[in-house]
Each structure stands twice: as structure tokens, then as C-alpha cells.
């Protein structure tokens, strides 16, 4: 992330050119001593000589001037956890202006845009004016999948896109973006190791596989929270597919290595437990859940393991590397406001076992 410095970048293509300070002067038609003032940042050369700098030295304005409107992925990933320790420690509004700013600055650095849109929606609860938030993530969205001509940006921009309207209570506005009908799953990847394998690469073959595994298995786990909850009152239901997702978790330690969709797995149940007067069996998984998150979701760190053992570099490359997109914070502000908060546990709340879960995760 550069500042513009156009006075050491004049020094840095001359001397590339190997151009004296003379020389530069009688091509642009000024004195020495204005080039001198120029590359020690006393004075600026006049708007009207930098296209004459820049053709001299064969290269773009941009380039003279310092300014990179393209970020690289590890500045948007400072920006973007610099930016959530400042929403956990600052007046939200303030923040959001500095937001702002960096977006206005970086404006056609559209996977900047989209992380900015990330962070208002993962930072949304701490917003008086949330409609306004989440327009303002609509219309980044659409800056992004009207402008980018990158295809795999546009998606997840749509998708993003999705989830502020859902946050927004507007789901037929949702079905007009996505439609209807449910697409069959891509096989790219799968393809792609294949073709790996055919080229004799195995390591790399099953790395991909890998990943197309993990992915499937965080998705599967979510979608059974997601069901669970669809059929809350279908205790039946509710026990089945709690039975089989809860298999999947301990198959393959998900606790560990994916908390988070873990823990919304336990929820979801509690609260279908709860809604049925099972109180037993809500408080057990009230305090499964509690253990996680103490455990594993505040010092929260994506990682594989024994049998994930090619993920790591990958998961090092995400967008957001492998840590959490909140601060540690508000993590546990969410977390505990998802038991203590939660409406299908109002009958729980004089339990022994229910407070002391809400105290440990209010205090650890």
C-alpha cells in the first residue's frame, strides 16, 4: 500500500535512466534547482509537466505519482483486521468513517471492496442505522459485479449481496437475484485433481481433494443446523438429524477444526430441545456449546489436521488467512449473546447449569 511520493520516485526512474539532474532539466524545460526542490519534496512539479515526466521515463502517472488504487492482498488483509480492532474498541460511527474513506480512496479495488463489505456485515450488530449499513453493502455489491470483470469476484459479490437482503428481511428480492431453482454443485475442482493426478502429480491431486472434502463437510454440518431449525417442531426430525450431524463433528473432530459450524449445530438443537420442554437435553448441549467456544472459538485459528494434512496452505491463502473476521471481543459478545439473549431459552434462565454457562462465557 503506497503512499504517493512523487518527489522520490522523480529521484528513483531518473537514476533508473540514468538521467542527470541537468539533463532532466533542460528536458522538461525548467532549472536544476526546481528538479532539486522536486526529488527533496520542497515543491511539485506543475499538473501540467507530469505527463512529460512520465513519458520520459516510460512509465504510467499512476507509477510517478506513487499511487497504487489495487491493493495487494496482504495490505486489504491489514487494513481489514486493523479496521475490526478499531469496531471492538471505538465508537462504531468513527470507524465507519474511516471505512469510508478507504473506500472512496480504493474505489476500484473491487476484492478491497468486497472485504469492506465483509467486515459491515460481520459488524453489523453494532450499528444504530442498519438499514442504511446494509444498503450500503448493496451497493458496493453492485459496484463490484457491474465493474469487476473478474467472474469468481462477481459470485461472491451476488452472494454477499444475498445474505445483506436476507439480514434485511427481503427475501423475494433474494429469489429475483438467485432464482428458484437449486444449481447442481460445480465438479471443477474435482476435475482439477484429476487432471493432477493424470499428470502424475498425486500430492497436489490430493490436496485438492482435500479441500473439496473439507468444504463439503462444513457445508453439510450447516445445512443440518439450518434443517434442525426448519423443523423445530418435528422433534423426530430434529433427533435425526441431529444424530447424523453431530456423527460428522465427532468423525472428524469439527470441534477443533471448525468450531463455528459446530457450535451453530449444538444451538440450533438446544433450542429445538427447549421449544419442546426438554430442558435436560437442551442445558447438555447449552453446555457443549459453552466448552467450545471457550475452547476452541476464542482463540479461534482455522486449521486442518492428521487427516486434513494438506489444507493448511490454503487455508493460509484466503482472503482473511486463518484467523477470525471479528475481534476476540465481540466474538465473545455474540457468543454469549446467543445463549443469554436467545428468546427459546427464557424458561432456562433460573437453571443452575444455564448460568453458570452464561457466566463462563461472559468471563473466560
Known sequence: MNEINIGK??????????????????????SKSSVSKWENSITYPDIMLLPQLATLFNISLDELMGYEPQLIKEDIQKIYFELAQEFAQNDSNEV?????????????CFEFLKQMVVIYLNHYILFENKDEILNRVRELCIRIREESDNPQLIK???????????????????????????????????????????????????EITQICMYQHL???????????????????????????????????????IHPNVAVNLYLATAQAYATHKQNEKALELIQKYTDVCIKHIYNFELRGDKFFNKIDKWLEELDLGVNAPRSQKLIKQSATSAIKDNPAFVGLKDEYKFKSCVLALESN
Not at 15 to 22: A, L, N, V, Y
Open 9 to 30: 520516485n522523480i529521484t528513483k526512474f531518473r537514476r533508473s535512466k540514468g538521467i542527470t539532474q541537468d539533463e532532466l532539466a533542460s528536458y522538461i524545460g525548467v
Open 218 to 256: 462444513i457445508g453439510m454440518v450447516g445445512n443440518i443446523a439450518q434443517q434442525i431449525m426448519l423443523n423445530i417442531n418435528n422433534l423426530d426430525v430434529v433427533e435425526e438429524c441431529f444424530k447424523r450431524g453431530l456423527g460428522i463433528c465427532e468423525l472428524f473432530k469439527l470441534d477443533e
Open 96 to 108: 465507519l468513517k474511516k471505512c469510508e474513506e478507504y473506500i472512496k480512496r480504493y474505489y476500484s
Open 156 to 206: 461472491e459479490a451476488i452472494s454477499l449481496e444475498s445474505l445483506s437482503l436476507i439480514m434485511a428481511n427481503k427475501p423475494s428480492e433474494v429469489l429475483e437475484i438467485l432464482g428458484e431453482d437449486v444449481k447442481v454443485f460445480s465438479q471443477d475442482a474435482e476435475l482439477i485433481s484429476m487432471s493432477f493426478q493424470l499428470l502424475g502429480n498425486i500430492n497436489k491431486a490430493s
